[in-house]
């Protein structure tokens, strides 16, 4: 079938070799909706959807032609319809006259495609002439319409007064001729040419898009709400009338569409029947004898003697039809009834969730209960003696909750089985024993089959680890209160304690005797022995005050030479600096006698002091004086220095780094670590610990044992990590000291649980290696009083010995 479409000079249309854009854009902006300009407000009257000019006359044609052959139909029926006898007739003659309309319309779209076929001059002149000739041809089609349609009208009426139109449908009664019903083309409308693109687009703009000439297409007048509910109301199309989103019109689908659509719906051939789908089957094989038949040959044996096979087959079914292995096929009243009683019991796993694949209910693992524990001795009806219950075990049976007790009941004695009663809470135990069993969820899990044994870190044997202190040697007693501090001179001849009894005591280390006695005006918090061994010289502290000591044991060469290194010191400006709260004093007469040598007056308490291994510089801690809190003092010239400008928390003890200007700086919960000359924080331990009590520095320096009031003690590799590499908690209860051997792999930690754990702390110099720990030893000697127990320790400088001092005011040496 040939398009009616309008044609256009080919002269007007545009190369595709110029640069035009083929690809579809979004519609133009706001500023072309408000563009009034004059050509495009003449056409757009033209191009809105009442079609193109030319259309329209076509129309209008098809019409007047429809118009003729309507009276050419009624002269025919007024002819026939005078005889009453002929009315059968009459039905079929209307479907011939159908036909006959039918041919005229189609003879009339050969003669529409016969005048499409003119020169290329009359179609220039007809299109100059289109435009001008539409507003006459609307009025002309509107008045044509109401003719036609009051024409119709009558001409209905007078058909059903002579009954012709009873088989007719009503579709075929106000037939108007389509101008897209002959055409071919695929696309849903030819008026708009946008495209496949979203028409939301268009939404806030009067035009809804561009025809063939590119004309603007304005959107059809929309009613509102309450129109559409009068529609609904009124209107008996409403229910099949679907809206063009590509032109903005109402389209009422006719009988064929809404039929097609149900055919969709129901999954069935659109347009064909199933008559004309299934053909009926020709059979070409028929019954009646041919003259020349295939074959002359005889029918074979086999097609009447049963086959011996499939009576094998019979009689094996039949075998297990008897049995029972095969049963017959059930009748619908059987399959619906099985049906319903499925539905009404559904079964349910509890180990297993209800929405389960069908592959994983086939190869389901059945987990078994939980089994009961077996009963007991106390379970018997005549259990021995100490499984009965005292009357204090009785009171307190029933003073806890039911949850708490070891035991749901008490035990029973009886003299014989016959004799025992009925187990009161029996029900309550199955209840709960039931409830356990549907309400707890199980899962299957596999056990690793790995030997104990292999979980243990293979540690070296403690007697491989040898040396190490293992016996009590030497109990040095002589103080009457506890004993808070102890120090051993670089050679390890003489040791010093200090204690609460305000009493420093200076013991030889081999014989265990008190070789001196200094009483002082307050309790000792700490005593600390020059590392040097060229001076002999001992630092405690007394309350606010720091003394330095000259015990007068030992080379009377090197006692000499401490007191001509005391005495050559360089006065300095800084030493009465009015910014470190410290003044420097000399003992006289008797006091210089007795071994007092030098006063360092701070002001607060001061808890620890601690010398640097070269035995000039020394630092004090007072944890209550805020910024002031660590104070590094130097020997030879005097003076004192607060290398802190800020607090950055309680200050529990300091070290000096053994070989490089570093200083440990132990606050509550973390370590930060100085360097002294570039004036900064180099690291900040994390000590994982809720209060640091003690913190030791290993000789060469790149490892800390921290020692806590949690129990903790938390070994550092400062290469390693900010993090405690390993952290044992050996001790019951708070560590009160820790300490590193100098010369062997060995350190030592002391608590209030009156023990003292040697381990072995191995480190290598490869790098790659990490340190070995292993405990080795706890020893045990002292008794603890007033829950605390042991206060200090200390390793002998060269053997593998360690002092403590404890609470029961005993200094005990093992070895």
Request: with cysteine; charged share 30%.
């Amino acid at each position: 079938m040939a398009s009616k479409r309008k044609l256009v000079d080919t002269s007007d249309v545009q190369d595709l070799s110029d640069d035009t854009n083929l690809f579809v854009d979004e519609p133009p902006d706001d500023s072309d909706v408000d563009d009034n300009d004059t050509t495009d407000s003449s056409d757009s009257d033209s191009s809105e959807y009442s079609g193109i000019g030319e259309e329209e006359e076509s129309d209008s044609d098809s019409d007047d032609l429809m118009d003729s052959e309507d009276d050419e139909d009624d002269d025919d029926d007024s002819s026939d319809g005078d005889d009453g006898d002929k009315d059968v007739i009459n039905t079929v003659d209307d479907s011939s006259d159908d036909q006959d309309l039918l041919q005229s319309v189609t003879n009339n779209g050969e003669n529409i495609e016969i005048k499409t076929e003119v020169k290329d001059d009359e179609i220039n002149q007809h299109l100059d002439n289109v435009s001008s000739k539409t507003n006459q041809n609307k009025t002309k089609s509107k008045r044509k319409n109401e003719t036609t349609i009051s024409s119709d009208k009558d001409k209905t009426n007078d058909s059903l007064k002579d009954g012709k139109i009873k088989n007719e449908p009503l579709d075929n009664v106000d037939k108007v001729y389509d101008e897209y019903e002959e055409d071919s083309s695929d696309e849903e409308d030819i008026r708009n040419t946008v495209g496949n693109i979203p028409m939301q687009w268009y939404k806030n703009y009067k035009h809804i898009g561009y025809d063939v000439e590119g004309k603007k297409l304005i959107k059809p007048q929309k009613g509102d709400q309450l129109d559409d509910f009068l529609d609904k109301a009124d209107d008996p199309n409403y229910w099949r009338t679907v809206l063009n989103q590509l032109t903005g019109q109402k389209i009422v689908l006719s009988k064929d569409d809404v039929s097609l659509i149900k055919n969709l719906q129901k999954k069935v051939h659109p347009t064909q029947s199933n008559e004309e789908i299934f053909q009926p089957w020709v059979n070409w094989f028929s019954s009646e004898k041919m003259i020349h038949p295939l074959s002359n040959q005889p029918a074979h044996k086999r097609s009447f003697i049963p086959s011996k096979w499939e009576k094998l087959k019979v009689g094996q079914m039949v075998h297990s039809l008897k049995m029972g292995w095969m049963k017959p096929s059930k009748t619908e009243e059987e399959q619906e009834k099985e049906e319903e009683e499925e539905d009404d019991m559904s079964y349910y796993m509890i180990w297993k969730d209800d929405e389960e694949t069908e592959f994983s209910k086939r190869y389901r693992q059945h987990i078994p209960a939980p089994k009961l524990s077996l009963p007991g001795h106390e379970e018997s009806y005549n259990p021995p003696p100490e499984y009965l219950f005292t009357k204090e075990e009785k009171e307190k049976w029933e003073s806890q909750e039911p949850s708490e007790r070891r035991m749901n009941f008490i035990p029973q004695k009886f003299s014989s089985l016959r004799m025992v009663p009925a187990y009161s809470r029996f029900i309550n135990e199955r209840f709960e024993r039931c409830l356990d069993l549907y309400l707890c969820p199980r899962q299957r899990k596999t056990r690793m089959n790995v030997d104990p044994e292999d979980l243990i870190p293979k540690l070296p044997k403690p007697k491989d680890l040898q040396p190490f202190p293992t016996t009590q040697s030497i109990v040095y007693k002589g103080h009457s209160d506890l004993i808070r501090s102890i120090s051993v001179d670089p050679s390890g001849q003489w040791l010093v304690s200090g204690s609460d009894d305000h009493t420093i005591k200076i013991w030889e280390v081999s014989t265990g005797r008190c070789m001196k006695t200094l009483n002082v005006e307050g309790r000792i918090q700490c005593v600390a022995w020059n590392p040097n061994p060229a001076v002999c010289l001992i630092a405690c502290v007394i309350e606010k005050t720091v003394i330095m000591l000259n015990p007068g044991l030992g080379d009377k060469l090197q006692l000499t030479n401490t007191d001509n290194m005391l005495k050559s010191h360089q006065n300095t400006e800084q030493a009465s600096d009015s910014k470190v709260p410290v003044s420097w004093s000399e003992f006289e007469d008797t006091d210089y006698e007795d071994g007092y040598r030098l006063k360092l007056t701070h002001g607060f308490d001061v808890t620890q002091v601690t010398w640097h291994g070269k035995g000039d510089y020394f630092a004090t801690v007072m944890p209550n004086a805020q910024s002031r809190s660590v104070l590094i003092h130097q020997l030879s010239r005097r003076r004192s220095q607060n290398p802190f400008s800020k607090a950055k928390g309680l200050v529990q003890c300091v070290r000096f780094h053994p070989v490089r200007p570093f200083l440990f700086v132990a606050t509550q919960k973390y370590v930060r670590v100085y360097n002294l000359l570039k004036q900064e924080m180099s690291k900040k331990l994390i000590t994982n610990c809720k209060w640091v009590s003690s913190m030791a520095v290993h000789p060469e320096g790149d490892n800390v044992i921290i020692g806590s009031y949690d129990t903790r003690m938390s070994w550092f590799d400062l290469d390693l990590s900010t993090k405690p590499y390993q952290t044992l908690k050996h001790h019951k209860k708070a560590i009160r000291q820790v300490s590193y051997h100098r010369r062997y792999p060995l350190f030592a930690s002391v608590s209030d649980d009156c023990t003292i754990i040697v381990c072995h702390g191995m480190v290598y110099n490869d790098l790659l290696q990490n340190p070995l720990i292993v405990p080795v030893k706890v020893l045990r000697g002292h008794t603890p009083v007033k829950d605390v127990g042991i206060l200090d320790c200390i390793f002998h400088p060269s053997q593998p010995w360690i002092f403590s001092a404890g609470a029961d005011s005993t200094i005990r040496l093992y070895t």
